[in-house]
């Protein structure tokens, strides 16, 4: 089956410093990835989606990018924080071919 | 106007209680549709998924879908405790990009 892992679990971190979250996925091949964040109260916002090893696309203009290294890693940076980039970051993953998507535990980063 | 439109509630209903959660879309051609629940802190987790118009049953869920009206409704029978979560309703144009739009999620406490 498949298993789809984040870490940092939980993660503060002063304005200006940098980010690295991961996101690894388990028992599938080339699978699409998605990195969102939701904001409190919010819905989630789709930040950038991957359809193979280093094919990146940006859904919204920011201080955040996002790598993909290996098939079924996703890596989602940042060389300097701000307060604004603070929120509950959430990786998926869907199946080629198909068209829902599974979400990982989640990282809750908060800048301060 | 947004995508996916959602009541976010707050919803409160006693054990036992049918509950009923709704989402409506505006783009005619939104094929697929998903309903997610989240717990507190945690990752959304995928709960129905359909395509087709008319119910779908599964144990105390059914996923309702109307096309014509751009209507999607989730309901509950003989709700409980654990139950109590955030609901999302979520679709997509079927595209291989597999972009979903989500509504902003319906917060459920069901009571003993």
């Known amino acids: 089956s498949q298993t789809i892992h984040q870490w940092p679990a939980t993660l503060v971190q002063p304005v200006g410093s940098p980010l690295s979250l991961e996101c690894t996925v388990e028992g599938t091949s080339n699978p699409n990835l998605y990195w969102y964040r939701q904001a409190a109260g919010r819905g989630l916002q789709l930040l950038f989606y991957s359809v193979g090893i280093g094919q990146i696309s940006s859904e919204v203009p920011q201080n955040l990018s996002a790598s993909r290294p290996q098939d079924r890693q996703f890596i989602l940076s940042s060389k300097k924080l701000l307060l604004s980039d603070s929120g509950f970051y959430l990786c998926a993953w869907r199946g080629q071919g198909t068209y829902e998507q599974y979400f990982g535990p989640g990282t809750r980063l908060t800048v301060t | 106007q947004k995508e996916v439109e959602q009541d976010p509630g707050p919803l409160s209903v006693p054990e036992g209680a049918i509950v009923s959660l709704n989402c409506t879309y505006s783009?005619?051609?939104?094929?697929?549709f998903m309903w997610y629940r989240q717990y507190s802190r945690k990752g959304p987790e995928l709960l129905m998924y359909t395509y087709s118009s008319g119910n779908k049953e599964d144990g105390r869920f059914t996923a309702q879908v109307d096309k014509s009206s751009k209507y999607i409704s989730l309901f509950i029978r003989d709700s409980q405790p654990s139950d109590s979560a955030t609901y999302l309703c979520?679709?997509?144009?079927?595209?291989?990009?597999?972009?979903?739009?989500f509504g902003r999620g319906t917060q459920l406490t069901v009571w003993p």
């Open positions: 783009n005619s051609a939104f094929q697929y």
């Open positions: 979520a679709t997509n144009r079927g595209s291989t990009l597999g972009r979903l739009y």
